[in-house]
């Protein structure tokens, strides 16, 4: 760079500069996608959309996963965190009076309003959809009722109660259930956590708004509950994380609009 030269805009604002690129971090920032879904959301060619998802991957600002459901099909996600980081570092680039500290969502005082209820859907409803449940439920101070479900119940995993003891949280009177328990329970949000649910999640009454987010089953893992355990530990801390962001979006003040699902 020669003398004089002024440094050039910050990675946030020339991946967010694109047209495309902008309407794929609004559709990731929604829900877990794979990419004909987002072909099909944002109207563009699959090459087109995949070479923008790589320059998002690049940049960090995009995470990729591999369905569990069907291991030729790849789930893509919006760094949330990265995300907060990037723009609070866009905005001390621009002038030093801009900057600031990406909010700490998980936080328990970031209280949300009070919001429709949200079912939370797992295959064997015996880690993921508990551990987000028991979240949302103290997160939200009760402001927000929710409930957990799977298409094959099992019983809770041991691990489940320590990652929420690690948090504070008891959680009593909490047991695996079968979705058809809520057939025709309405819901405001209906969020699948594991690629096989989605794929047989019936469609519930009341037109609730259908997010998904790809984690990981800890409970597959092999080896005794010490061995597995961090893997437990992970699938919390990211659901507290996305839990956080969303409980950002969630009630009456909110601008939710019904999220489309794309088969």
């Known amino acids: 760079?020669?003398?004089?030269?002024?440094?050039?805009?910050?990675?946030?604002?020339?991946?967010?500069?694109?047209?495309?690129?902008?309407?794929?971090?609004?559709?990731?920032?929604?829900?877990?996608?794979?990419?004909?879904?987002?072909?099909?959301?944002?109207?563009?060619?699959?090459?087109?959309v995949s070479y923008h998802l790589g320059r998002l991957r690049a940049s960090g600002l995009v995470v990729a996963r591999r369905s569990s459901f069907d291991g030729r099909d790849t789930y893509y996600r919006l760094?949330?965190?990265r995300c907060a980081q990037s723009l609070a570092e866009a905005g001390a680039a621009?002038?030093?009076?801009l900057r600031s500290a990406p909010a700490q969502v998980s936080a328990p005082s970031a209280l949300?309003?009070?919001g429709g209820p949200v079912l939370f859907l797992c295959t064997g409803n015996s880690a993921r959809s508990q551990v987000a449940e028991a979240l949302v439920r103290v997160r939200a101070q009760g402001r927000i009722p929710a409930f957990s479900a799977g298409s094959h119940p099992k019983p809770l995993h041991p691990n489940v109660e320590r990652v929420l003891a690690s948090r504070g949280i008891e959680p009593a009177g909490q047991r695996s259930k079968h979705l058809s328990v809520f057939a025709d329970r309405r819901f405001s949000y209906v969020i699948t956590l594991c690629d096989r649910v989605r794929e047989v999640s019936p469609d519930f009454p009341g037109r609730p708004a259908y997010l998904h987010w790809s984690v990981p089953d800890p409970a597959a893992a092999t080896g005794d509950q010490e061995d597995t355990y961090p893997r437990f530990e992970a699938m919390a801390a990211e659901l507290e994380t996305r839990i956080g962001f969303w409980l950002a979006t969630v009630?009456?003040?909110?601008?939710?609009s019904p999220v489309q699902e794309v088969s």
């Open 1 to 48: 760079m020669g003398a004089g030269a002024q440094p050039g805009p910050p990675s946030f604002a020339r991946m967010a500069a694109d047209p495309l690129r902008w309407r794929l971090l609004r559709e990731l920032a929604c829900s877990d996608r794979r990419v004909r879904e987002l072909v099909t959301l944002v109207g563009q060619p699959q090459n087109l």
């Open 79 to 81: 760094d949330l965190t």
């Open 94 to 97: 621009l002038h030093p009076g």
């Open 112 to 114: 949300p309003p009070e």
């Open 251 to 256: 009630g009456p003040g909110s601008t939710r």
